[in-house]
């Protein structure tokens, strides 16, 4: 009996997963919605936190498990976040031994730099590109299964649905094949889900256009439960722009980049003078809310408009070069100033989502048999995420999912083989009526504006600054759009490379997305992390430490709430205008 | 009126029809890129003729230019769309698709091949397992400096189109995974495994084929110095030849 496991995902956590599947004899079919070295990993500039203690700080991997825990507001279940971080200086030698080009430091040893939320230096980085660098990396580990026969790649191939046998388990996925849009069914064992994250939601953001959500959201409409959906993480500096707002890493600041605007016609560091403990490098939710505070109530923006200084002309050439020119080439090409000379100009960006999947401990969701890992679970950042903690989470949850989906499979009394074709045929005429209906949809409506619609309600009032009153009307609108996509249409185009059909697919799971979030912040009334309401501007541990679980109805989201496990450090105030406290394991 | 970009753009609905060239009108906006107006012909797919039509199929993803997904040939030159501002380019701006790959709708394009290619050249490192085996080998600042450059390949296809010697009736592998045999085979770790990858560099569609035209170095986005590692790989196939000639 052979064990077949299906990754659709090919990031970091995909890869990963298929990489540790592989490596231990089995067979696993991977799919992605591009080629792999196209996925959204590459987007990851600043790089990998580890607690290696290059530079002979004192860092220790208790250090990095509390910053993480700190900086997520206590909002994570401690155990797996306290695994993770305790593998992280495993991880960035496997990567070394990969070839990553990790930046070095004269004696040849692996170099590193600090990021936000941190007092320690312990971020490993490859130039400002180390997304790309891990990811490719991982890409080529995946080839060489390929070429020993035991990873078949599906690329450009999309994730509809999972199948479920009348026990609830997930024993397969049903795709679409994007050149000529013809549905499939493989039947599998075990499926783990490294989907990405849903920045398109948000109209746009400094995620990739193939960041839509849907996956996930497919899987929340099919039962699957979502986790801490209202926790959005929105990063400091990004380049405004039309088509996409692009990320200036947080590694800007590491290598010394100092955020200001003009105050009574002098430059005015905030960011030093309200945190002075750790200045340029506060945690992303508390830079974005300074920087809103800044521009849109106190109306300093940049000529008055909604952007701030970052600025690292006062650093040596040479350094920037070696540290951090992907990133200064792309505001080069995208800005046309040299940041070298003159300060970059940047605004918040919405940049990663904290919520996701809800997972245990062996990475599965509540439906047995389906896992995820990556960006598209929610288990590793709590409220809020630091810089250099996703591609970490990403890499790890891999590790953890690969082999548990191999062990559950294992242990099932019945294989998918086994099973009546009939359950798979079924899956399969389910979707492909569903694409054939789609195909129908003659109304006036163009999905790519209703679309564009969803992202800007959403941006401008469920990232930020949250009131009530602006998420109900968010709902409601949301609940509108819901109404209209019925009056889409999607032109009389043939199937072959169509792909007006596929994202109009898409955005109906991200419509209703698009609610977990809104009322999953309507309902959560205190400030925490990255979600923040200055009607209700506290923490509030006693009604709200709590995980938000959200499973679908045809009339919305229902709403649960699970304790956290804060099995090894006590919640305490979180706050970067003084050092952190010392704190050690209380067991 | 508002000012508006006129867009001259090469469509075929599948490979076995006729191509034909379509123009559109774009209203510009400041820093506008070429992916920015295509987003705009998707959410009004009507020509400049004023006639509904599909909406332009192509490629993109990170919008940043490290992903690779949106190369098109934007004025006759292959490059990303997503950084080709439009206030750079001379007006009517013509968007054809690759033409070295397989043409799948409008700008979309194939390229499989490129990651068929790193398979041929086997442009990975041999690790033992993913289990903890501590750090890998110290690396110079230079060589890693130098590795870095190789590594930024992003398979955007660039170079190919632009290399006379990749064409339908060649095997040519062209520029971009012979590089990379140079960045695997330069690590301490690839090393163990260089004369494998010399190996398939001497097969079919191999270095031999390079015919020394040194366009893809001036077309890469990333500024690989393509033709330096050609020419050492050049160099090492032939002394390897030698070498198992004379040296057995």
Known sequence: MTTKVIVVGGGLAGLMSAIKIAESGHKVDLFSLVPCKRSHSVCAQGGINAAVNTKGEGDSTWEHFDDTIYGGDFLANQPPVKNMIEAAPSIIYLMDRMGVTFNRTTEGFIDVRRLGGAKYSRTVFAGATTGQQLIYALDEQVRRYEDAGLVRRYEEWEFLSIVQDDEGRCRGIVVQDLKNLEVQVFPADAVIMATGGLGMIFGRSTNSTINTGSAAAGLYQQGAIYANGEFIQVHPSAIPGRDKLRLMSESIRGEGGRVWVYKDGKPWYFLEEWYPAYGNMVPRDIATRAIFKVCVDMKLGVDGENKVYLDISHLDPKEINRKLAGVVDIYEKFVGDDPRKVPMQTFPAVHYSMGGLWVDYDQMTNIPGLFAAGECEYQYHGANRLGGNSLVAAIYAGMVAGPKAIAYAEGLSKRSEDLPPSLFEAAKTREEKQNAAIFKMEGKENPYKLHQELGEWMLENVTVVRYNDRLKATDEKIQELIERYHNIGVGNGAPWGNQIVPFTRRLWPMLHLARVITLGALHRNESRGAHYKPDFPERDDENWLKTTKAGFTPDGPSFSYEPVDTAYIKPRQRRYDVAKEVTMANV | ?248
């Open chain 2, 1 to 248: 009126m508002s000012k508006k970009i006129t867009f001259i753009i090469k469509r075929c609905d599948n490979p076995q029809a006729v191509a034909y060239w379509e123009e559109f009108k774009v209203p510009y906006f400041p820093k506008m890129n070429v992916v920015a107006a295509l987003m705009e012909i998707q959410k009004n797919p009507v020509n400049a003729k004023g006639e509904a039509t599909t909406p332009v199929a192509w490629e993109c993803n990170c919008l940043e230019e490290v992903c690779g997904a949106c190369t098109m040939i934007i004025n006759g030159t292959a490059r990303q769309a997503c950084s080709a501002l439009v206030d750079n380019l001379a007006q009517p701006i013509r968007l054809a698709p690759l033409t070295k790959f397989p043409l799948v709708r409008d700008l979309v394009v194939d390229r499989q091949v490129m990651f068929s290619n790193l398979r041929k050249v086997k442009a990975w490192i041999d690790i033992d397992g993913t289990y903890d085996m501590g750090p890998g080998p110290k690396i110079s600042q230079n060589v890693q400096e130098a590795a870095y450059e190789l590594s930024k390949c992003m398979t955007c296809g660039c170079c190919m189109e632009a290399c006379p010697n990749v064409n339908s009736k060649s095997k040519f592998i062209g520029p971009a995974a012979i590089a990379q045999v140079d960045l695997v085979n330069s690590h301490p770790t690839g090393a163990f495994r260089k004369e494998a990858r010399l190996e398939a560099l001497m097969g079919e569609g191999g270095i031999a084929d390079c015919g020394n035209a040194q366009n893809c170095a001036k077309a890469c986005p990333k500024e690989i110095p393509l033709t330096r590692s050609i020419a050492k790989l050049n160099r090492e196939t032939s002394a390897y030849a030698l070498k198992k000639l004379f040296g057995k």
